[in-house]
Structures are given as C-alpha cells and as structure tokens.
Nanobody, 131 residues
C-alpha cells in the first residue's frame, strides 16, 4: 500500500524558509507524478507544485502555481524515495496545511487545479508564518 508521510512544517517569520519532505513507501516514487497542495483555514485545497515521474533534480518536468513561482522549488531524491518542497521568502499568505500527493502517471497540466486527479495523499504538515 502506498503511503506518503510529510514532515518539515513549523512556524517561521515572514521572509524565512522551510523545507518540506514527503517520504514515500510502498511504491517507487520516481514512477509517480508527485504534487504539493495546501489548504488554508476556510479555503479549498489548491495546488502548489508538481513534478513528473523520472529522474531527480529540481527542474525536470516541474510546474508551479503563480503564487509560489520563483519562491518555491519542488524536487525529488529517488535514492531516498522522497520529494521535497523548498519554500523561500515565506509570507503570511503561505500559512496553510501542506499535503503531498501522488498519482501513477505523468503529470497533467490540470493537476495543479484538480486535486481529485491524485490517487494517494499524506496527512499534511502545518506551516505557520508570522509577520
């Protein structure tokens, strides 16, 4: 059974950085489109970034929501079966519960706006940004 476990959330001041991790078990993460989503209190879950299956690194087949492009970086370490989200220049608007998601196919352009397209989800990790 595929399981995703997020970690790395916490509280940080505006302008600070955090790195979230998503450890994958029960599957080979490099076979999956991986995504990061977030949900702020009272709001819908929205896509932050996705990365295609395949090789590791930070630039191959990545997509970002406009709100985080240039500040967040999604990457994967296939040797560790883990996907990361490096978050820089955090603002109060980034405060949310962050979820890791996986689906056994290439990423689609619509994935950032269609959370239902993902098969597996983690339990989430909370990110709080204080101004």
């Amino acid at each position: 059974q595929v399981q995703l476990v997020e970690s790395g959330g916490g509280s940080v001041q505006a302008g600070g950085s955090l790195r979230l991790s998503c450890a994958v078990s029960g599957a080979i993460s490099s076979d999956y489109c991986m995504g990061w989503f977030r949900q702020a209190p009272g709001k819908e879950r929205v896509g932050v970034a996705t990365i295609h299956p395949g090789g590791g690194g930070t630039s191959y087949g990545t997509s970002y929501d406009d709100s985080v492009r240039g500040r967040f970086i999604i990457s994967r370490d296939n040797a560790k079966n883990t996907v990361y989200l490096q978050m820089n220049s955090l603002t109060a608007e980034d405060r949310a519960m962050y979820y890791c998601a996986a689906v056994n196919r290439f990423c689609w352009d619509i994935d950032l706006v269609l959370a239902a397209g993902f098969q597996y989800w983690g339990q989430g990790t909370q990110v709080t940004v204080s101004s």
